[in-house]
Every structure is written in structure tokens, then in C-alpha cells.
């Protein structure tokens, strides 16, 4: 089984294994409080067209690199996107947080319009600085009275699969279109390029 096919897999299992909270939370007795809390932290990216976007550019261009990169990139996000969720949870500033977000929006986009080579550690490096900024950003947003540990389990776990979304769509494209596969990726990430233009010029 190929990198990629593994990583679809464990994308559908992540999302089953995400359902089970709101399954068993939402029967009297077993915590109702601690599943809303997980389904809140899961919602939390698909609030904000930064987050996703750039969310899912992390794995097109993931699948337009090699192997290792398909599994790299989405770890190193999540990962320092965890870092940064304790230090604005912990209230531990970072600076300029909303202009990094839009750049990683602008530069992911960019990557994937050029499906840019850089070397792999470049690529995580890159990757896990934007992280950081999405991550304390979740973590500044923290409701009061939620807990912690289970939001951010909820942001992660919709992080992780908005990386194989985009690893999918990219998978998908290459089986349905084939030899144009390669142009449409590169508009989709001009698109992506496009609005993280515009949020840093609003």
C-alpha cells in the first residue's frame, strides 16, 4: 500500500474515531459538557477561511512532493499547530499572530501554484512556523470554562483531516483528470494565493 493510500486510510479512520465522542457524549450520564467541548474545538477551523485554506494547502502540496512529505508536512502542522495552541491558551504572546496566518494563507497558495521543490526540512521549517501562528491563535480564542485538552483534541483532529482533504482532492484529480490534474492544482493554489493576498490587504 502506497504512502498516500495509508494516509487516505488513516484520514477516514481519524474520522470515524472523531464521531465517537459525540456519540457517547450525547447520551445522559456520560459527560455532555466534555463532548461539547471536543465538537466545539472540531468546528473551531472551519469557522475561518484562513485557517481552512491553508489548512488544505498543507496537504495539496504535501501530495505534490514526495512520500515523506506526505506524512511530514501534516505532523510537523499539527505538532507546532499544538506548541502554539499552549502558548496562547497559556497567554504567552506572539507577535503579529493575524499577519501570519494570512501570509501562511498567501505562501501555501504560492507553493502549490508553483508545486515548489524546496528541500523537505525547508518544508516542514515553513510549515511548522505557520502552525504556530494557527495554533495560538486557537489557543488565544479559548472559551472560558472549556476544557483545554479536549478542544484542542477537536482542533487537531479537523486540522489532520483538512490535511487529507487536500491530499485527497489532489490523489483525485490525478485519477479523474490525469495530465491536466497538474494545471488545476496550480489555479487552486493561485486561488488560495488570491485570498491570502486580499486578508493581508483588508
Known amino acids: 500500500m502506497s504512502a498516500i493510500?495509508?494516509?487516505?486510510?488513516?484520514?477516514?479512520?481519524?474520522?470515524?474515531?472523531?464521531?465517537?465522542?459525540?456519540?457517547?457524549?450525547?447520551?445522559p450520564g456520560h459527560g455532555g459538557a466534555a463532548?461539547?467541548?471536543?465538537?466545539?474545538?472540531?468546528?473551531?477551523?472551519?469557522?475561518?477561511?484562513d485557517h481552512f485554506l491553508a489548512m488544505v494547502a498543507v496537504g495539496l502540496w504535501a501530495a505534490q512532493r514526495d512520500r515523506r512529505s506526505v506524512w511530514a508536512l501534516p505532523i510537523a502542522f499539527v505538532a507546532f499547530m499544538a506548541?502554539?495552541?499552549?502558548?496562547?491558551?497559556?497567554?504567552v504572546a506572539m507577535p503579529a499572530v493575524e499577519l501570519g496566518i494570512a501570509a501562511s494563507v498567501l505562501v501555501l497558495g504560492i507553493a502549490v501554484a508553483l508545486a515548489a521543490?524546496?528541500?523537505?526540512?525547508?518544508a516542514v521549517a515553513l510549515v511548522a512556523?505557520?502552525?504556530?501562528?494557527?495554533?495560538h491563535a486557537h489557543g488565544a480564542e479559548l472559551p472560558a470554562g472549556m476544557a483545554a485538552s479536549l478542544f484542542g483534541a477537536g482542533f487537531a483532529t479537523s486540522t489532520a483531516l483538512?490535511?487529507?482533504a487536500g491530499i485527497a482532492l489532489a490523489v483525485?484529480?490525478?485519477?479523474?483528470?490525469?495530465?491536466r490534474s497538474v494545471g488545476i492544482e496550480r489555479a487552486i493554489g493561485a486561488g488560495i494565493a488570491a485570498a491570502g493576498l486580499a486578508l493581508l490587504l483588508v
Do not use: K, W, Y
Not at 463532548?35 to 477561511?49: A, N, R
Not at 506548541?83 to 497567554?91: D, N, Q, R, S, Y
Open 162 to 164: 483538512l490535511h487529507g
Open 5 to 27: 493510500a495509508r494516509f487516505r486510510r488513516a484520514g477516514l479512520v481519524a474520522g470515524l474515531l472523531s464521531l465517537v465522542p459525540a456519540v457517547a457524549f450525547a447520551h
Open 117 to 122: 521543490r524546496i528541500p523537505t526540512v525547508g
Open 35 to 49: 463532548g461539547h467541548d471536543f465538537l466545539h474545538g472540531f468546528m473551531h477551523p472551519l469557522h475561518g477561511m
Open 172 to 179: 483525485g484529480l490525478r485519477h479523474a483528470v490525469m495530465a
Open 83 to 91: 506548541v502554539g495552541f499552549v502558548l496562547g491558551a497559556g497567554g
Open 129 to 135: 512556523l505557520f502552525a504556530l501562528f494557527h495554533g
